[in-house]
């Protein structure tokens, strides 16, 4: 299995491009992921969109903007054939999470593996007809913007802020000034843009075009309090009343001195070992998880046929529609899927799959410490996907 080149110019290092340009200034790296051309027709895209499990949505525009009227339209999943008749002449038909449907495409991902598989969100496609565009925006994420198939031309503009205005009642977050014009170009297939969160993108399709985001996230605030709640509930310590000094004060007061009490000992926990305990199981299993539900296999090979499979030369390799990821903390590793440790993994099934979530593939040598069957549980858990050689 040839290794996939990191998608960067051939003058820029992966060190260079975190330090100056990730979440800072764009990048255009011409021919960054030729692997793209020719994997996908429009035809396979709009096939997907009709599946019932995908999530997929379809933005209409309307060639003008008319009074009290809004001038795009957004139809969700499940979207059906009779949606895409009679269309406007401009639209866009969007699908995300491509990786749980071509895992040869979530593969790709390899190019990027200077960004930790942690810090992955999706491989989302838009297919337009020429014209199409989804409007001048933002997003909040890092996203490489690559083409598939035909041409698009991307201009971005400023940087926005909490205070840029969307055009109002409009169902997407669209806007009218992108400020000056600091990049215009047309990239073909093969060709890929980094955009930082916020700048300001536009891109219109040249003709029929496929353009893949292979967008990234990161966990906020929210998210890592509501999982430090599940962690800290396991902990049944916790549930014991606190111990807090007390003055002499009105019946009916809460005295912002028992509040500030009853924070310095939430931090004070926070900061202890136990503290660090919570934060680094509440943190893995947020970033561990899944945006979407799994989808059933609809076929599982047997032990037998898996181990055949390998014998003939297919490798094991990480599905990323799945997250598998590790920590290590004071020689201990911790190994994650979708949200869960593994605990009950041993040394050589999680030496295994670390290599694995790095991006490694497994030969049948490789795998001749792990009992089969926990191989075929991996595969039934999405965890590994089976290459087999072209
Ligand atoms: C598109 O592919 O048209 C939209 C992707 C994006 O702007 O993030
Ligand atoms: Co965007």
């Given at each position: 299995m040839t290794a996939i080149p990191l998608c960067l110019p051939k003058d820029i290092t992966a060190e260079q491009f975190l330090s100056e340009y990730w979440q800072k200034k764009p990048l255009l790296i011409k021919q960054?992921?030729?692997?793209?051309?020719?994997?996908?027709?429009p035809d396979d895209m709009l096939g997907l969109a009709l599946e019932e499990d995908v999530s997929a949505r379809l933005l209409t525009q309307a060639a003008t903007k008319q009074p009290n009227k809004s001038q795009w339209q957004l139809k969700k999943s499940p979207l059906t054939e009779a949606d895409f008749d009679n269309l406007p002449a401009q639209w866009t038909v969007l699908v995300q999470n491509l990786e749980q449907w071509s895992p040869e495409l979530g593969q790709l991902w390899q190019a990027f593996d200077f960004i930790p598989q942690w810090q992955r969100d999706d491989i989302m496609v838009s297919y337009a007809p020429k014209g199409g565009s989804v409007g001048k925006h933002y997003d909040d994420y890092d996203v490489f913007l690559a083409q598939g198939y035909g041409s698009r031309r991307w201009q971005l503009g400023k940087f926005c802020d909490e205070n840029t205005e969307f055009v109002a009642d409009e169902p997407i977050r669209i806007f009218d000034d992108m400020g000056e014009i600091v990049f215009d170009e047309v990239l073909e297939a093969g060709d890929v843009l980094y955009v930082p969160p916020k700048l300001s993108h536009f891109g219109v399709a040249q003709d029929d075009c496929l353009t893949f985001s292979f967008g990234c996230r990161r966990p906020n605030l929210m998210q890592i309090i509501d999982s430090l709640a599940d962690v800290a509930t396991q902990d049944s310590s916790l549930f014991i009343p606190m111990i807090l000094p007390q003055s002499l004060q009105p019946s009916g007061e809460l005295q912002t001195d028992s509040i500030e009490a009853i924070k310095a000992q939430l931090l004070q926990m926070l900061e202890s070992m136990r503290g660090d305990d919570i934060i680094r199981q509440a943190v893995s299993e947020v970033v561990s998880k899944r945006q979407y539900d799994a989808l059933v296999p609809e076929e599982t090979l047997t032990t037998d046929e898996l181990m055949q499979a390998l014998a003939e030369g297919a490798v094991l390799q990480a599905d990323y529609s799945n997250r598998l990821l590790y920590s290590k903390f004071e020689g201990e590793v911790n190994l994650y899927a979708n949200g869960q440790r593994l605990d009950e993994i041993d040394k050589d099934a999680a030496t295994l799959l670390m290599r694995l979530a790095d991006g490694e593939s497994l030969t049948v040598d490789d795998v001749a410490v792990v009992d089969p069957d926990e191989l075929m549980e991996w595969l039934e858990n999405g965890w590994v996907w089976l290459n087999y050689p072209a």
């Open positions: 960054g992921l030729p692997q793209l051309i020719g994997m996908f027709e």
